[in-house]
């Protein structure tokens, strides 16, 4: 005979009510489940969902908790109807941890009577240019999963590079989009789907500059979804040249996707690189290599301009992904750093050939 659910007493539905607010818990749902959707009649729509099953073979279930933790209101989510079959259906995705989070986030927000503790939903930024002659492609369901537990706007930014043949032509649209929709006040967050050539994604990075929150994603491969990986092995390291005295040109070489080609680069300026361990189209597969770029590249930065002085120019090669071309740009300090020029190689030529003025010095 199956083991029968256990019965939840009346004052634990009746407080799980209360710190709920009678919505649905889900993050991102916040459904009201005392009234009907159309006609505001009065309804009770809610379900009690278990965050640990109320029975070991069940949805998370454990052997020891289950029994335990039964009808614990720590335990309990109230959630709509449509929330308790999904969390149940996929247990890989809506894991123990990631419910408890989402119960404590809901209920904070709830005790605290104020919208300034919710999450705010990401304003998504879609950059796209033809790559291969091919258009490049991302659905709303692919940007969803990469940001879970979080969630995009219903609004994107869309930045279709895919009908403009030169750069000049891509920089000013580019820089109208930014203008237009980003904002550098208020709270707003912003999540970047970059599918881009190189130069428009550092592009992009220095238009919207380091002063507005914004979180890339990387395409990857092997499973075809934009979801940031757990763990990774490589890291990366910085080499600098043996000079002396300053210079008034300096390469620097972003080796990660692949290595860049000394014999395809026509000038023999002192050069500074940051390496990838093993330089690969798979290298990057965390957020927290993306961050430790930032800071190695803005340490670069400092490093060449303490070396020799604001009027260097540095000349920039980089064979990067997606984020990390975003954070070239972003990363440059418009009031601090020399003039840097960007080059990438040529349909022309295999020659690595000047594209863009990526920042002119100010100062």
Not at 158 to 175: E, G, M, P, Y
Request: glycine letters at 4%; proline letters at 5%; charged letters at 25%.
């Amino acid at each position: 005979m199956a083991n029968k659910r256990p019965t939840i007493p009346q004052a634990i539905k009746n407080l799980l009510w209360l710190r709920a607010a009678g919505r649905c818990e889900i993050r991102g749902c916040n459904r009201i489940l005392y009234e009907d959707d159309i006609t505001q009649d009065p309804i009770n729509e809610s379900n009690i969902a278990h965050i640990v099953s109320w029975t070991h073979s069940g949805p998370r279930g454990d052997v020891v908790l289950s029994p335990k933790l039964a009808t614990d209101i720590t335990n309990l989510m109230l959630v709509c109807p449509r929330h308790n079959h999904m969390i149940d259906r996929n247990v890989e995705k809506y894991t123990v941890a990631r419910l408890q989070e989402m119960k404590k986030e809901h209920e904070d927000y709830v005790r605290e009577f104020t919208e300034l503790n919710k999450p705010l939903p990401y304003c998504v930024i879609e950059l796209k240019s033809l790559i291969h002659g091919s258009r490049p492609s991302i659905t709303e369901k692919e940007e969803a999963d990469a940001l879970f537990p979080s969630y995009p706007q219903k609004e994107r930014i869309v930045i279709d590079l895919c009908d403009i043949d030169n750069v000049s032509t891509a920089k000013s649209l580019i820089d109208s989009k930014v203008k237009k929709y980003i904002n550098i006040e208020g709270n707003v967050i912003y999540a970047a789907f970059i599918m881009a050539l190189i130069p428009y994604g550092c592009y992009l990075g220095y238009t919207i500059g380091d002063k507005i929150h914004v979180k890339t994603f990387q395409h990857f491969r092997d499973t075809e979804d934009w979801i940031w990986r757990q763990q990774t092995k490589d890291g990366l390291s910085v080499k600098l040249p043996s000079i002396n005295g300053t210079a008034e040109n300096v390469n620097l070489f972003i080796n990660i996707s692949g290595n860049i080609d000394e014999k395809l680069v026509s000038n023999s300026f002192p050069t500074y690189s940051i390496n990838a361990d093993n330089p690969s189209v798979s290298f990057l597969q965390t957020w927290d290599q993306v961050v430790t770029f930032r800071s190695q590249y803005r340490n670069i930065l400092d490093t060449i301009r303490k070396n020799h002085g604001e009027l260097v120019v540095i000349h920039l090669y980089p064979a990067t992904p997606n984020p990390i071309n975003f954070e070239i740009g972003k990363g440059i300090m418009k009031n601090l750093d020399p003039t840097i020029i960007l080059y990438d190689k040529s349909d022309s030529t295999e020659m690595y050939v000047e594209i863009m003025h990526l920042h002119d010095r100010i100062r």
